[in-house]
């Protein structure tokens, strides 16, 4: 079973700068593509930014994602941070997975972690 899950949300000043990780666990998978999306409060959940599971860095404006193969982690970094970058952020993994010799496509989501911005 894979499973995901956010971290490194909190309160934080605007202006400030803030990296959220996403962790994936499990067994026989593989990631194609991660993106980072967000639930501002009241609102429809949002693309932030992504990048295919390469690896290297992606910058989408003051988002950067990147990824750390040691530790089967993808990063969002998010700089000067405004009170509209408020809201909950989750990660979304794609690829593939393989149960029991068999090959399905994999796309899960993590539970998400809380980023409030201050003014």
């Known amino acids: 079973q894979v499973q995901v899950a956010e971290s490194g949300g909190g309160l934080v000043q605007a202006g400030g700068s803030l990296r959220l990780s996403c962790t994936a666990s499990?067994?026989?998978?593989?990631?194609?593509?991660t993106d980072w999306y967000r639930q501002p409060p009241g609102k429809q959940r949002e693309w932030v930014a992504g990048?295919?599971?390469s690896g290297g860095t992606s910058v989408t404006g003051r988002f950067t994602v990147s990824i750390d193969k040691a530790k089967n982690a993808v990063n969002l970094e998010i700089n000067s941070l405004k009170p509209e970058d408020t809201g909950v952020y989750y990660c979304?993994?794609?690829?593939?997975?393989?149960?029991?010799?068999?090959?399905?496509?994999?796309?899960?989501w993590g539970q998400g972690t809380q980023v409030t911005v201050s003014s």
């Open positions: 979304n993994l794609r690829g593939l997975r393989n149960i029991r010799g068999t090959i399905m496509p994999l796309d899960i």
């Open positions: 499990g067994s026989s998978f593989s990631v194609d593509h």
């Open positions: 990048m295919p599971g």
